[in-house]
């Protein structure tokens, strides 16, 4: 076993294609951000159904840009999930705003529609629901209470690229939805991410506020049309996207859906291999619904024979990577120390997280690996 390649968690799918296009442009005149962006962002559009996009450095950039733009700071409250990644919460406390975090399924780990019912109160300003592994969330059920309440919808779609609610892409819904191209997605940019939106007014202040609060960027004061002079409206933030990142984003889009179909047919096989075994299998996406299939997680019962941290491990010890989405919120230092958060508040988060554990999940993987994955998992749950 030690012969073996340790295979990496996460480990994006890289080809010649996307190699040589980013060659092609480090050759250009232009590496920083510039028409490669500008096509990344048109074919985002394309893509999702979006009106506009604004790419930029990372997904947690387009939280934080999302809710600035939509008025979001100190005194309001801001509802999401306590089963997500800190980057969530950590863009609505960087607004100045209160982060109110909710219970989720436990069947399907997205946010919780009662919950979120329950937690408006006066100050509450938006919703930000978490398409958690790539499962859509209830868009329509979040859409209806934040109607309801007159509140915005920000979707955290950093797991979701490819997912789809009763026939419309994620990211063409809500008031703004913000993507992840960080190198463990679906497609990766290296870092990156991107806003979609359909209200024009929010996609013009997240682009001026995404580039030091400029009115022109850089490819419009420096490209062949000749220099033409900026203002400083507001002062903003460096959160822009290069063309070299736009360039890889580009080729890893274009090979997207067919790498979903690959990702379909995996956890096909997955589901098969470990439903004899004391674990929780994630339940079919709703009807009507494109689950993105980004993450790949067993859930161990109580009567499996070692811990969620014995197995991943074992796991090393076979040379395979694993990884944990995610410890709550609510058990983090900073939030359950700022907050006064308790385990009860969140049975079902709290219980996830104890045993939730995230396979390695690519169309990257071989047929050796995938053997070895599932080998290894059945070696150390005693089957």
């Known amino acids: 076993m030690d012969n073996e390649p340790y295979i990496v968690f996460g480990s994006p799918l890289i080809g010649r294609g996307e190699i040589d296009a980013v060659v092609r442009t480090l050759e250009s005149a232009w590496i920083g951000t510039g028409p490669r962006v500008q096509e990344l962002q048109t074919a985002m559009a394309a893509y999702t159904g979006a009106a506009h996009t604004q790419a930029v450095s990372s997904c947690t950039a387009a939280l934080h840009l999302s809710m600035l733009a939509a008025g979001i700071g100190p005194g309001d409250e801001v509802i999401t999930t306590d089963m997500t990644f800190c980057a969530t919460a950590n863009s609505i406390v960087h607004t100045g705003a209160t982060p109110v975090l909710v219970d989720c399924q436990r069947d399907t780990m997205n946010i919780d529609p009662a919950a979120v019912e329950a937690a408006i109160t006066p100050r509450t ?199 944990v989405h995610y410890r709550p919120l609510h058990v983090q230092p900073w939030y359950r120390e700022r907050f006064k958060l308790r385990d009860e508040q969140f049975p079902n988060a709290h219980w996830i997280g104890e045993r939730t554990v995230s396979l390695p999940f690519s169309p990257k993987l071989g047929e050796r690996d995938i053997e070895r994955i599932i080998s290894g998992v059945r070696q150390l749950l005693g089957s």
């Open 125 to 323: 300003k938006a919703i930000v629901p978490v398409h958690f592994a790539g499962r859509p969330v209830d868009i329509e059920a979040i859409g209806a209470i934040a109607r309801k309440h007159g509140l915005l919808v920000i979707e955290d779609a950093a797991h979701a690229i490819a997912a789809s609610w009763h026939g419309r892409k994620i990211g063409s819904i809500s008031d703004l939805t913000c993507f992840s191209f960080y190198v463990t997605k679906n497609m990766t940019t290296g870092e990156g991410g991107m806003v979609t939106t359909n209200r024009p007014e929010l996609a013009e202040k997240i682009r001026v506020l995404g580039l030091h609060g400029m009115s022109a960027d850089a490819w419009s004061r420096f490209s062949d049309k000749g220099y033409r002079h900026y203002d400083v409206i507001y002062p903003g933030f460096k959160y822009n996207l290069t063309d070299i990142a736009a360039t890889l984003g580009l080729e890893q889009l274009r090979h997207l859906d067919e790498w979903q179909q690959r990702r379909e047919a995996l956890w096909q096989r997955y589901d098969q291999a470990f439903a004899d075994l004391p674990v929780v299998l994630a339940p079919p996406p709703a009807p009507g619904t494109v689950h993105a299939r980004h993450l790949y997680v067993l859930l161990l019962r109580d009567d499996a024979p070692c811990s969620r941290d014995s197995l991943m491990a074992g796991l090393h010890e076979l040379r395979i990577g694993s990884a």
